[in-house]
């Protein structure tokens, strides 16, 4: 039926939070259902979370299963910043212009500063230069930075570029949070290992997504150094963030971790983001906002184009994101054929 | 496997938060995966709670999703209750001595003030007279009254309880909640309509649950006046309880209220706990602590009857709960095999 | 004129909140207006505040001039205790009952646990069996203790009972904070050293009031312990209570401990509570609440003799003290001469 | 004796609030000292401000005595601006830079909009450009403005300035705030009536500035719309800000608003600022960095004459302020003398 068609085509591209679950992330939640287990996350599969993440990312590691990445960032910046303190982040960054002030909550009132940055991300000489006033009482006080991995231009940090952030951050004495919404993407296009995208490169905290990648609701926070957790579990269930059917968070993370699902649905999201970028840049008209490191891709698209492809039910807005730029976001359930037909109707 | 049913065993009764989602919500669940849906709430489903609820409710309400039951309890009464506001509840409800202090983190700080009831019951009477200081700048202001339907101790209100209740609170213009965590186990226990139980007896605001009864993790939290949502979906999604795919707690929802699926669920729990009891007080050294009229059944143990059940593997604690009642709680999923185990091990 | 007269009558007893300031103060504030100084707590009076008060209670204490007592006790809590924490106080502390929840506010939320006590005092055995559920992430944690001294019926802690109530908040690894409005008076008719009355005695944290006996303005934060200091000078400049002239409430600080100016005025005030309770006593209609133990008398007064008091510009109110208990304040400014008027209304 | 002198010095013009009370103010003080009077703002004198400061706006007003600027701006922001809200500001705000999150902490974690100005003043126009995102969820809502008179580079907003920012706030449904700190010296400076300079240019809220200009502790809040005016008390005695003897503040604004206190002060403090900004002009290697429109002069001043200042006492710090420049203040005591003192050194 064409309604249908085009109302599923509508949101396509659009984000890849559109997306459902993976098939082996279904399939343990209906293995979770079987038996009756123990609540509030002291089931042996959200215990076992510990050893799985802690191999994963070669060190021990401490990990709170969360349902929502708004809920990984803020109470991860909440243990690392005081009421009083400041979060250094990139002006676009999610946590300081999409979650509706999550970190400000969650801190008790904590002040965002918002780095320039180049394309998206912070540089360590604009933050070096930008943290000041410790110890003055008049002064809200530097307590940590955070960067996203993919960042909100679709680009990745390298390695370097995070380990001279981390460094910075840490001469200052502030600790540095990842928000890894998109983790699994970065790390499949930088092709390194998990430690090397965090720990090794100085990341204190990680917010490791997961939904957006395959899970229906599921994140987790990730801590390597364990001096840093504080409060976490109190301040998670104060907030109602600690789920009595726990497992069924963990069970989602345990399969998406299992077996390189993560891996694999990263691999085959960047893959369409690369083939949707291609695609575009062949159009004369169309030119990229930025490089095409993943999975999103962001573009210039002139009106009468992006008009088109509305009027056979996408809805494209080029007045969300910085320059006019047009967002689109490949996923792991993304047929190239998808990209086929979005093409076709700007080729015509 | 001995040890596999031994570890079963251990939490039957525990909880009815120790249970999977019945068939109808987990079909729900992977019938919603099939597609790519809108986010945030704005999918077809999530949309239409708003209809089927009010059909349920016969009345308009407004409608949100929650993951958690602290979630919906401390964001509903964070609309009711100014940050200096008072909340009167039992001294033994779930907001004031199981959510870590959820509601004064919600709310920015209001206080609980603790009643002592009569079988975990607020009484009109005692609430109308701690009202006190309203306008006087020194106080923090009475705002919202919470009870629990069922109440901590398993007990229900009836219809002109929760009647008298809302008239104290109104009389002092008060808002008032429900926290119905067993909202369905009360409902059937007491045969009425869920308007009888809610509108039509005055209460303002209903922390709607369904995790417990069928659901993975899913509550709604329902308005019966439109004027008291305040900034409820700005309050959500800062604290990060909007979730990105709620298309899957709505389907919980939807499934959950279709076709009397939660009616039929909280019936065979109660039956059971009925059943639970009956067994119990057959014993002549078991007597009740409270009344049994749902699914949960609080009885007084003697210390060698829990030793016989713990060394079958059951985890009772005569701790946890006033005067020593042991708390059992029969579910959806409980056979009447597994009671007929129990009250086996303390026949013997 | 009797009009003023009769006005001026009214408020006498009211409280000491109601009279200006000691002549040593107010020459200290006049002294200390001669010249430019440095703002913000760095003038040499309020630097030498530290070196004072050590002397004072003969031990290194870290003292902030506050120009509330509400300010000085929620600050001094919300460094002892998390947002997610238990305050244990009386139920009838003014913590609880007449800071319209300052110390939520500053604590993020923390949860102030009524004890009942015996004549407005906490017990120890009482404390020692509320303190529970440390650990478990469902309860908000134990964290502090508060006693005020002199405490809301006018009575003393002695000090076996504050060391006996700060061994159980110790043993609990809980901090203990003294509310001491009305700190002199409790002193002097305890006739022992400050230091005894605090530190030790177990109190780790003190407010230090000087308001109602002799200042304008002007309260004491003091620590003894320096490693519960914690943010306090961030909070305090978060919170507008470093006052850039900070200069003049440490004037009154200064004058009020020098000289034993804060011993006098409290001597005299007690003195003039104790005639003032003997005079009404010699009524036989009339029966002291609690026993006078320094400048506050409550009593009971049959409403015929209240009556005719607030006929002559008193303004009485039976309502507003337990069990309708009347409370008359003598200060540091009352004269013999006020005392008699007021007796012989009730004589005559 | 050279060395009192020499500290004297040290921080004459370092601010305006070094200084002390002017007399006017003290005999106030001294004055309100003679009697016993009801506490909490419900003395006469404290009820009397509210027809004061109404003839004075020509405009019925709610006034509420404060002891700090950065209370009564925090105050005042909490109630126009919710949790999740955005207060626009200039980058350089005192609100934003120099206290310390207390608009965080008063409003419960709003964002401050750092927009960048000209001069350090807001633009209309570029705060018309930033403010979006109204009725999205997903962001922090556009609540207040707050713009400073004088601004922190010493210049005053115009009154057609004020009018354009007013508009653009209120046709978004934006309240507007003016932090007054030096409200006496900018109102001064632009030779207008208090009405036209706050509510007939569309201000809503206004931070009163005293303390600077000849209190010792003394601001006001004062609303020029009753309906913003919300639980103002409450907000207040939670904070601590309601102070029991709060007729010494009211004692201080009843003189300084008396007989033209405050615009004489004032009016001293611009002449001598004028007279040090034009004597530093004289000078080859020193150059204005804003232009001097009342008591604050801010000049670029060589390294040489700057260490030379301060081997004779001062404490001039050049990395204090934007681009280098130096920040001197004249006061409402500031001699000519002292102003001759510091230009003959960089003469020499």
Avoid at 28 to 36: E, R, T
Avoid at 91 to 101: F, K, P
Avoid at 244 to 265: C, E, G, H
Avoid at 324 to 345: C, E, G
């Amino acid at each position: 039926m064409v309604q249908i068609k085009t109302k599923r085509e509508r949101i396509k591209f659009a984000s890849d939070n559109v997306t459902g679950a993976c098939p082996e992330v279904l399939d343990a939640i209906l293995k979770s259902n079987d038996d009756d287990k123990t609540p509030y996350g002291n089931d042996k599969l959200s215990i076992n979370l510990k050893d799985k993440f802690s191999e994963i990312f070669e060190k021990e590691v401490i990990v709170f299963p969360a349902a929502s990445g708004t809920a990984a960032n803020a109470l991860a910046l909440s243990t690392i910043t005081p009421s009083f303190g400041n979060i250094y982040c990139h002006r676009l960054s999610h946590i300081n212009v999409d979650e509706c002030g999550a970190p400000e909550f969650y801190t008790g009132g904590a002040k965002l500063i918002n780095l320039n940055g180049i394309n998206g991300k912070i540089m360590a000489a604009e933050l070096d230069n930008s943290i000041s006033g410790k110890g003055i009482v008049h002064h809200t006080q530097p307590s940590s930075v955070s960067i996203s991995q993919l960042c909100e231009t679709g680009v990745t940090y390298k390695l370097d570029e995070i380990k001279n952030i981390s460094d910075v951050a840490h001469k200052h004495n502030l600790s540095i949070h990842m928000d890894g919404a998109r983790f699994a993407n970065a790390l499949v296009s930088l092709n390194c290992s998990p430690a090397e995208m965090t720990w090794k490169s100085g990341i204190d905290v990680l917010s490791f997504g997961a939904t957006k990648n395959g899970c229906l609701a599921a994140e987790a926070i990730i801590f390597f150094k364990s001096e840093l957790v504080g409060n976490m579990p109190f301040l998670m269930k104060r907030a109602g963030h600690l789920l009595s059917k726990m497992r069924f968070v963990s069970a989602q993370l345990d399969a998406y971790i299992t077996n390189d699902v993560w891996l694999k649905n990263a691999k085959h999201a960047n893959a369409m983001g690369k083939k949707l970028s291609q695609g575009l840049q062949l159009h004369k008209s169309i030119e990229l906002a930025y490089p095409t490191e993943a999975n999103e891709v962001f573009v210039k698209i002139p009106k009468y184009l992006i008009d088109q492809l509305n009027s056979h039910g996408y809805k494209i807005n080029d007045d969300e994101w910085e320059d006019k730029a047009v967002r689109l976001v490949a996923a792991w359930n993304t047929n190239p054929s998808d990209i086929d037909s979005f093409l076709n109707i700007i080729k015509s």
